[in-house]
């Protein structure tokens, strides 16, 4: 089992660990009985999930003698609301939660994202520890304590930044994720080779039947690859004012063409698609090559992610909700753009002009 320190030095009491191998929840139960972050542990996790582990993994904690609970809502990225969110704490409420209590996030990016907002605000913050089950989460979002709900015209809008107690990634919940899950967490190990590390990109390449085979030994390099990456951003700037920022690469568009589509376009496809403009968009400013921006495109559609807008989005509802993008400035929409693979940049304000025509020649 690797495990990967995240050091939060201003914090330090911040400070955890992120735990990587297969078979691990038996070293997760040992580590909550040890630390004893609780006295009661609440499993937050959506219906697919409790269907296809909840059982098992409340098992192996209670096992352990851990007075634990389960608490899930339904599946899915509408059920990332405020709403929820109050129907979550309304039951631990119900349930007898108190301040000595520990959530535990077992899913995806929906549930890691609502079980940390829900965390930081239950009676002023408790505790949770992060059990991601997708690859997306396992690589991104199960780390660095963002936390965060959609409304309706914008995602994430309702957020706070709140650390996990520790990231558990047992590899073994890959087995079982569904094709186009474990595709859309392509998309941001994908980004980190295009922001960071572009020899990444190469493994991604060269191990491409590996990852189809989803070669546990290969996952394993990767994840970890991709972990260490995003702790290093983290650690520098924790709470997303500078360097962080560039973990936003492909999310600008992504998140409006998300939430444009209903969520019918997934996250990953939706950041691939964003990253795919913002390279785009990079070459037409003058700061990328041709050359490069063919090498970023071949290598999104390469691991089979879309690198076309579907022709049925509507360009100007795309465009209106960048305008309502969290990480605008007044009337200034900052992209992350590149000037190399490795070299990435948040660039002060693009043309909405150029960003109407770029969407407009990416529709399929």
Same mark, same amino acid.
């Given at each position: ?120 605000? #239950? ?37 706070? #930044? ?203």
């Amino acid at each position: 089992m690797n495990k990967i320190r995240v050091h939060l030095d201003r914090k330090f009491s911040a400070s955890y660990d992120i735990h990587i191998g297969r078979s691990i929840l038996d070293r997760l139960a040992l580590l909550l009985s040890k630390n004893g972050w609780g006295s009661r542990y609440f499993i937050v996790t959506d219906s697919r999930v409790a269907r296809m582990h909840g059982d098992r993994v409340t098992g192996v904690l209670g096992g352990m003698g851990l007075k634990v609970e389960k608490i899930e809502f339904p599946a899915g990225e509408t059920s990332k609301n405020i709403h929820t969110c109050i129907g979550l704490v309304e039951e631990l409420v119900e349930r007898g939660a108190d301040r000595t209590s520990a959530l535990i996030a077992l899913g995806g990016g929906v549930v890691g994202d609502m079980t940390g907002l829900v965390a930081s605000i #239950f009676m002023r913050g408790i505790p949770y520890v992060q059990v991601p089950t997708t690859l997306l989460a396992q690589v991104d979002s199960g780390i660095g304590g963002k936390t965060g709900v959609d409304i309706p015209s914008a995602k994430n809008l309702l957020g706070t #930044f709140h650390q996990p107690r520790a990231v558990f990634i047992d590899l073994d919940f890959l087995e079982t994720l569904p094709p186009r899950d474990f595709t859309n967490g392509l998309a941001e190990i994908v980004k980190y080779g295009i922001i960071e590390d572009p020899g990444l990109l190469e493994d991604l390449r060269s191990g491409i039947e590996a990852l189809r085979e989803r070669d546990m030994k290969f996952l394993e390099r990767i994840v970890s690859r991709s972990c260490r990456i995003k702790k290093g951003i983290v650690e520098i700037d924790e709470t997303e004012k500078g360097l962080r920022r560039i973990l936003n690469f492909g999310h600008t568009v992504g998140h409006a063409v998300e939430a444009e589509s209903a969520f019918a376009v997934s996250h990953g496809e939706a950041v691939a698609m964003g990253m795919a403009a913002a390279t785009i968009l990079s070459e037409q400013l003058k700061y990328l090559s041709a050359e490069d921006r063919k090498d970023v495109l071949s290598v999104i559609r390469h691991v089979g992610l879309p690198d076309r807008i579907p022709a049925i989005l509507d360009t100007g509802g795309i465009l209106s909700r960048l305008k309502r993008d969290k990480k605008k400035e007044g009337e200034n929409i900052h992209f992350v753009l590149l000037k190399k693979p490795g070299m990435p940049f948040v660039n002060g304000g693009v043309p909405l002009g150029l960003v109407s025509e770029t969407i407009e020649a990416m529709k399929a």
